[in-house]
């Protein structure tokens, strides 16, 4: 059994201090407009994009940011001549980026996509500070290393994505012997109805076109293979003391449940709410206490009916990997994330079809024996390695 209190449970007041790192993705915004609805409550220290020079400029100064980074160093100068006549702090560069997340700042968001989002978020986490965290590829890749530095760094670490959020908030932290299991629930993204030969066909339009949630490209894509499903597992297991075999997955189209934890005695918890990720997102910038936001309420009449049914592994392939790489454990999540990181990308740049996405995963899966994973230089060399053999694998294809 892990141990308890890896993600804390400390006493600090809503955050004054702000530093958003991938401000302007789908998660990034969100949390903009919940700032943005009490604005003077909050100092934006930092905000950073990886090449939409626009919207970054556009938001450092609506929010009077101190500092805007921009990871693609070739965006500088746009960035310099969109914020010239302002007072704020122009940078770029992958080192600038991880500067953003060591700036003084009492709360960060980790909303960076894919596993370039390691980096600058292991940097907030070593300050100590409450990192609020959404990009799921980090703790998927590097989730015992992670959980060490939190612990070492006494930092507090908030899941953001709603299902993780949804545990957070109805996990017994202080008898987790109690818990039986945890449910992650699923929507079964846009093709849930889809027989195999119909997914053989369908289009990165129709991918990214999630029927609940507003999301970025890449985790519409993770919904639609289920693959964000295994890798919400891989992250479940190393956010919350338990056992791989305690954590089970379940499709619920409406999303409206966003998770749920059985107790020993019988007594299931859900944690539920309408699928718009400022939910989540407000709770982790209030936390301990509750916002108040305007954000739509639940009102269940609304529905009606709420439907649940059991994964489909032949059509959803993916989960089976997620599942396989968690037991193996060591390095094979990290073989896991960056062959799926490939694969999304062929698969939108309409390289590859969509059932190839899975494909690409298992295979490079089994061309790479996974070891225990010792250091952070294993993992990026992992990761390199990982990118490598799935490209070749998605060039013979
Ligand atoms: P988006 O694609 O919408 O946004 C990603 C953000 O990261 C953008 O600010 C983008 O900048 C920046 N970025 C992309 N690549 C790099 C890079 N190489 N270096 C630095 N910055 C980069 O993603 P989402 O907001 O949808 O998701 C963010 C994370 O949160 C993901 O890990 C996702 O799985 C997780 N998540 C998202 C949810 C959602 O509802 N969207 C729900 C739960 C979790 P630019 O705009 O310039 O490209």
């Known amino acids: 059994m892990k141990e308890i209190n890896t993600i804390a449970h400390s006493k600090f007041d809503a955050p004054k201090t702000i530093t958003i790192l991938g401000s302007t993705g789908s998660v990034g915004c969100s949390t903009l407009d919940l700032i943005g609805q009490n604005p003077d409550a909050y100092d934006v220290v930092a905000l950073t994009a990886n090449r939409n020079v626009a919207l970054l400029a556009e938001q450092a100064k609506i929010f009077r940011a101190q500092h805007a980074i921009i990871a693609d160093e070739t965006c500088y100068q746009d960035l310099k001549d969109a914020l010239a006549g302002t007072a704020i702090k122009v940078s770029a560069g992958t080192d600038a980026l991880n500067e953003a997340a060591e700036l003084p700042s009492e709360w960060v968001m980790a909303s960076i996509v894919g596993a370039a989002g390691l980096r600058p978020t292991l940097s907030a986490i070593r300050r100590g500070v409450t990192v609020a965290l959404a990009n799921k590829e980090c703790l998927v890749c590097a989730g015992d290393l992670m959980m060490q530095e939190v612990k070492d760094h006494k930092s507090t670490l908030l899941p953001v994505d709603s299902e993780h959020n949804a545990i957070f908030q109805i996990f017994d932290f202080e008898r987790p012997d109690s818990v039986q299991n945890i449910t992650l629930t699923a929507s079964g993204g846009p093709f849930i109805n889809y027989s195999l030969d119909e997914m053989k066909t369908v289009t990165p339009r129709q991918a990214v076109a999630h029927p609940n949630w507003d999301m970025g490209a890449k985790i519409s894509v993770d919904s639609a293979t289920m693959m964000n ?8 297991y190393h956010l919350f003391p338990l056992t791989e075999n305690q954590i089970e997955i379940i499709v619920h189209p409406q999303s409206i449940i966003h998770s ?9 918890l859900a944690q539920l709410g309408i699928p718009d990720m400022r939910i989540p997102i407000s709770y982790t910038l209030g936390w301990p206490n509750r916002l108040e936001t305007s954000t739509k309420k639940l009102n269940l009449t609304d529905f009606g009916r709420l439907d649940f049914l059991t994964p489909d592994m032949t059509r959803f392939p993916a ?4 599942r396989e790489a968690l037991h193996m454990g060591g390095t094979a999540p990290i073989i896991l994330n960056a062959a799926n990181e490939v694969a999304v990308f062929a698969f939108l740049q309409g390289q590859i079809p969509f059932l190839d996405i899975a494909h690409t995963v298992e295979k490079t899966l089994l061309h790479i024996d996974a070891e225990p994973l010792t250091c952070l230089e294993m993992l990026h060399a992992t990761d390199r390695e990982a990118r490598i053999v799935a490209q070749n694998i998605i060039d013979k294809l």
């Not at 499903?229 to 479940?236: D, Q, R, S, V, Y």
């Not at 749920?260 to 299931?268: A, F, L, N, W």
């Open 319 to 322: 989960l089976l990997c997620a």
């Open 260 to 268: 749920m934890v059985t107790y020993r005695d019988g007594s299931v």
């Open 229 to 236: 499903k295994g890798l919400e597992m891989i992250e479940a």
